[in-house]
């Protein structure tokens, strides 16, 4: 099997030199990785102790993040490198100051890992949630050097526990330890007779948590939040926004009363997609590369085409509709608007998502399947304020009640070196 899964990796990584002619992300995909062993090189030297993070993508390093920050203390002597596999997560954070190299991955060849992990020696390895590359595993086990999954979540419909997934199996016997979400992971390992598992919970509630103490504020968007008297208006805002679930939006939008604000910070930001949806709005709108010498006060909807700022927006909302869940996988990062106590509107594809899942439940979160419920939403949490505070409480509280998987990671770490 293993034979076949590098035929299949040397095949895709010919096919993908080809398509990236035709394909601006995956032209960044394939021309980003031929400078890393230069990169790397130049950046770490044969004697320098190294510590190495992997990301899917920029979700799985905001989710690390807490834990880069807790290990760069505890460990200052060593460096960092961090690697991502896509380019949403590369293009966004190649420049992060928390890592002393950050590169994309290598495709999992051999050649690829042996040379990697040559260039890099690191000694301890962490794959946060997940991506199992066996070459790179199987090369990390056979030098002996530690590797962990960091908020580690499995689902029993993966090939991992399938009849037919003894390959998938012995990706994950190479792991020292597994840091899981949850009990139902715990459980799908032991049943495949892994024990050294450990309930950590999700690291992403510390990184929604540290945001709080940081500085949020946006003097652009508190002028934009206030009408020609200065008063401060309810403000709607939409993060991660689709295309499909922007039309049943946009029909709210137009059809809203003068005193309510709209903030849009579209999942992409591509100019046509950006015209598009502006000219769709009949309400006086502004765009984020336009706001310079306008009275931003004097719009309804701001459409914020950059990237980067969107946590920060969230803390101005009396309201969050978060995007995605008219769509598959689904529902996108509903715990940065929920620490800052807001109220959030979801869309129906939110299953797969434990956080959300629980504040559906909780009633902090509310999910709406069609135009008439999110109208419906929308009235309920602007006209009745007790209703909005008591929701953004109960998302709040949910937050902080969850936080602490990065303590329980780190204390297991420092225990293991020193015994």
Partial sequence: MLFLYNLIVCFAAQVLKLLAFFSPKLKLFVNGRKPVFELLQSKINPTDKTIWFHAASLGEYEQGLPVIEQIKKQYPNHKIVITFFSPSG???????????????????????????????????????KYEFWPNYLNALQKANIRTYLISGIFRENQAFFKWYGGFYKNALKTFDFFFVQTEKSKNLLHRIGFTNVQISGDTRFD?????????????????????????????????????????????????????????????NIKSEQIANLKSQITKAT????????????????????????????????DIAYVGGGFGNPGVHNILEPATFGVPIVIGPNYSHFAEATALVHMEGCLSVSNSKELNDAFNVLINNRDVRYEKGHICSTFVQMNKGATDVILKHILNENLN
Avoid: C
């Avoid at 295309?243 to 939008?253: D, H, M, Q, S, V």
């Avoid at 765009?287 to 931003?296: A, D």
């Fill in 207 to 267: 990184r929604v948590v540290s945001i709080l103490e940081r500085n949020n504020s946006l003097d652009f968007i508190e002028q934009f939040k206030r009408d020609s008297s200065n008063v401060g208006m309810t403000t709607i805002v939409i993060g991660s926004s689709w295309p499909k679930e922007e039309a049943i939006l946009l029909n709210y939008i137009n059809n809203a009363p003068e005193d309510l604000k709209f903030i849009i910070a579209p999942h």
């Fill in 90 to 128: 590369y293009e966004v954070r190649k420049n992060n100051t928390i890592a002393d190299a950050t590169v994309y991955l290598p495709l999992d060849t051999i050649a690829n890992a042996k040379r990697f992990l040559e260039v890099l020696h690191p000694e301890m390895v962490f794959f946060i």
């Fill in 286 to 317: 502004v765009l984020f590369s336009e706001k310079e010498h306008r009275n931003l006060g004097d719009f309804q909807v701001f459409i914020i085409d950059t990237i980067g700022i969107l946590t920060k927006i969230y803390s101005y909302a």
